[in-house]
């Protein structure tokens, strides 16, 4: 794992040391085209659970997610043995971007992936 350049103190450090891991729910679907498609399961919102609204508007009991090769390539390494920072690393190192590209970049993607219930971010604590 290569240094990250410039300074390592700030709110960065936290989430560069913490640990994305896949959401073990959720049924993954396998394209020829080395994409991946994720489904994660959802929860019917207590407005659909009542008339008239719960017969008009349909509820999918699943969403798909379905990544990009990059984003495959991310979600794959979300084992939650590598930190963000190895994933920022190895993307850097595979597209030849800059730290800060890569960071921008993986960072950006982990956001939607959690937003999208596909991932969880793991932190440690501080002692």
Same mark, same amino acid.
């Given at each position: 794992m290569s240094s990250t350049p410039g300074n390592t103190d700030g709110p960065w450090l936290g989430l560069l040391s913490s640990r994305p891991v896949r959401n073990a729910s959720a049924r993954v679907m396998e394209h020829k085209d !080395? &994409?991946?498609?994720?489904?994660?399961?959802?929860?019917?919102?207590?407005?659909?659970?009542?008339?008239?609204? %719960?017969?008009?508007?349909?509820?999918?009991?699943? &969403?798909r997610a379905?990544? !990009?090769?990059?984003?495959?390539?991310l979600w794959r390494m979300c084992d939650g043995e590598r930190t963000v920072l190895e994933l920022v !690393? %190895?993307? &850097?190192?595979?597209?030849?971007?800059?730290f800060h590209e890569s960071r921008a970049a993986v960072t950006g993607y982990l956001k939607l992936l959690t937003e999208r219930g596909v991932i969880a971010i793991v932190t440690q604590e501080e002692p």
């Amino acid at each position: 794992m290569s240094s990250t350049p410039g300074n390592t103190d700030g709110p960065w450090l936290g989430l560069l040391s913490s640990r994305p891991v896949r959401n073990a729910s959720a049924r993954v679907m396998e394209h020829k085209d !080395d &994409r991946v498609a994720v489904y994660v399961r959802q929860k019917r919102p207590w407005f659909l659970k009542v008339p008239p609204l %719960s017969w008009i508007v349909p509820f999918k009991r699943e &969403r798909r997610a379905l990544l !990009d090769r990059v984003g495959t390539r991310l979600w794959r390494m979300c084992d939650g043995e590598r930190t963000v920072l190895e994933l920022v !690393d %190895s993307i &850097r190192g595979h597209y030849g971007l800059t730290f800060h590209e890569s960071r921008a970049a993986v960072t950006g993607y982990l956001k939607l992936l959690t937003e999208r219930g596909v991932i969880a971010i793991v932190t440690q604590e501080e002692p």
